[in-house]
């Protein structure tokens, strides 16, 4: 499943995502047919799973003219989602807008009802930000592991929350290992806690880095263990 995940990040195709979501699920229905948006072109209709006599999640597609961005239209593909959702009367959806390179923005969007209410998911969370030239690491990581039993096992994959929690709690875990054998310059000479400190920073400033890796703002083999040798050589 990671290798077929992979492979989508490289550009949206429609062959990979039904192929995905067959996998996922057994109840899961492609369908060949348009969904018309007042105001946008019409949307792409991949498929659906029903997975009870009460929900259903549909996974619709949208090619978009300019180029997308991590930041780009999140808002505005919200709004055409919330407003498929609203239409055709689904629980919940899986939307995805394709730029010409390669680009696409994967965005989960689910209803919520109160009595007769109908409220919905916020646009900022639940969405992936998918390019080529990135390792999308995050991304292969939640899909692959995603389960499609119920919605909220659904919300799980795309919501980030708990990705943030085993995040910090790897920080910490690694700071305790570390302090039990860093060593600094004049480490004798510290006073009681400033080598904490300076261990701290040190972290810090290391995840700074590996975030400006990430966005291609520095070399990418810098951390790498053989660039490093190379480096002192």
């Known amino acids: 499943m990671e290798e077929l995940v ?5 550009g949206y195709r429609r062959e990979l995502f039904e192929k995905y ?8 229905t492609p369908y060949q047919e348009k969904i018309p948006i007042n105001g946008h072109a019409s949307l792409e209709m991949i498929g659906e799973i029903k997975q009870n006599s009460h929900d259903t999640l549909i996974v619709c597609a949208q090619p978009v003219e300019q180029a997308l961005h991590a930041r780009s239209g999140k808002k ?3 709004e055409v989602g919330k407003r498929v959702l609203q239409q055709v009367q689904a629980d919940a959806g899986i939307f995805i807008f ?4 390669d680009h696409f923005r994967i965005s989960y969007i689910r209803t919520y009802y ?4 109908r409220t919905f998911s916020h646009f900022k969370r ?11 690491r995050t991304f292969i990581q939640q899909i692959t592991e995603a389960k499609f039993d119920s919605l909220d096992t659904v919300e ?3 919501s980030l929350k708990e990705l943030t929690k085993e995040f910090y709690q790897e920080i910490v875990d690694w700071y305790n290992r570390a302090r039990e054998i860093v060593r600094f310059p004049n480490d004798n000479n510290k006073p009681n806690g400033e080598r904490e400190i300076a261990l701290i ?3 810090t400033r290391m995840i700074f880095i590996w975030f400006m890796k990430e966005k291609d703002l520095i070399a990418k083999d810098l951390f790498d263990k053989q660039y490093s040798q190379k480096s002192e050589t």
Not at 6 to 10: A, E, Q, S, Y
Not at 114 to 117: D, S, V
């Open 98 to 101: 394709y730029d010409r390179q």
């Open 156 to 158: 799980e994959a795309f």
């Open 76 to 78: 505005k593909q919200y």
């Open 201 to 203: 920073r040190f972290i």
């Open 6 to 10: 992979k492979k989508i990040t490289k």
């Open 114 to 117: 109160q009595g007769t209410r």
């Open 126 to 136: 639940m969405t992936y930000f998918v390019s080529p030239d990135q390792t999308n």
């Open 21 to 28: 979501f067959r996998h996922k699920s057994d109840l899961f």
